[in-house]
């Protein structure tokens, strides 16, 4: 099987599952540093390593392409380890698990203004080198990844539904939310992890 087939497959899986895990796991699967956030935390550390190679070995423009997409999975990966927090004893128990804040971190006021620059600088190479020629590209080799991202869009409504943000809820049919709240969260991973090796196939075609 191919790679980009086996992560897309791994996608669906933990997406397809997320419902009934949420019955059947144990409550701890997916507390703070649980096996789920470990998951989570190994896919977008692994999409950022594939990012640099990608860039590393890539020819203009797509070297820029790389390198607009690795902050934002360390940006990603830093939120899952609330910058570091989780690296530190928890601030408390509840019944979701540990709790851990980066409030307690002593960088904590430069970590939006860090984030921040990576954003612009991430938005500053997709304007000045013209990268969305690229997706104009891939989309007339009919290799856009749409279904990846648009899978990735969907996982992450349903997650803001199992936090029961913005007027949504689907606390009435879950089983343990958090479990399903964090088994969508590493579908979203996996399937923008598969859309990243769909482009990197694009470029291969040029």
């Given at each position: 099987m191919?790679?980009?087939?086996?992560?897309?497959?791994?996608?669906?899986?933990?997406f397809?599952?997320?419902?009934?895990?949420?019955?059947h796991?144990?409550e701890?699967?997916?507390y703070?540093?649980?096996?789920?956030?470990?998951?989570?935390?190994?896919?977008?550390?692994?999409?950022?390593?594939?990012?640099?190679?990608?860039?590393?070995?890539?020819?203009?423009?797509?070297?820029?392409?790389?390198?607009?997409?690795?902050?934002?999975?360390f940006?990603?990966l830093?939120r899952e380890?609330?910058?570091?927090?989780?690296?530190?004893?928890?601030?408390?128990?509840?019944?979701?698990g540990?709790?851990?804040?980066?409030?307690?971190?002593?960088?904590?006021?430069?970590?939006?203004?860090?984030?921040?620059?990576?954003?612009?600088?991430?938005?500053?190479?997709?304007?000045?080198?013209?990268?969305?020629?690229?997706?104009?590209?891939?989309?007339?080799?009919?290799?856009?990844?749409?279904?990846?991202?648009v899978?990735?869009?969907?996982?992450?409504?349903?997650?803001?539904a199992?936090?029961?943000?913005?007027?949504?809820s689907?606390?009435?049919?879950?089983?343990y939310?958090?479990?399903?709240?964090?088994?969508?969260?590493?579908?979203?991973?996996?399937?923008?992890?598969?859309?990243?090796?769909?482009?990197?196939?694009?470029?291969?075609?040029?």
């Amino acid at each position: 099987m191919h790679v980009q087939n086996l992560f897309r497959l791994a996608a669906l899986t933990a997406f397809c599952a997320a419902y009934l895990l949420s019955f059947h796991l144990p409550e701890w699967t997916s507390y703070e540093n649980g096996p789920i956030e470990m998951a989570q935390n190994l896919v977008l550390f692994a999409g950022g390593l594939q990012a640099v190679s990608y860039g590393y070995r890539a020819r203009t423009p797509w070297r820029y392409l790389w390198l607009a997409i690795t902050p934002i999975w360390f940006i990603c990966l830093g939120r899952e380890l609330s910058w570091g927090a989780v690296l530190l004893p928890p601030i408390k128990f509840s019944t979701s698990g540990p709790f851990y804040s980066s409030a307690v971190l002593p960088y904590k006021n430069l970590v939006a203004p860090i984030v921040g620059l990576l954003l612009v600088f991430s938005l500053g190479l997709f304007l000045r080198f013209k990268l969305w020629t690229i997706c104009v590209f891939a989309a007339k080799s009919r290799q856009l990844p749409v279904l990846e991202v648009v899978m990735a869009g969907i996982a992450v409504l349903l997650m803001t539904a199992a936090e029961n943000h913005m007027n949504m809820s689907l606390e009435s049919y879950l089983g343990y939310g958090q479990i399903f709240e964090e088994t969508i969260e590493l579908s979203a991973y996996l399937f923008l992890f598969a859309a990243q090796h769909r482009l990197r196939l694009v470029e291969s075609y040029q």
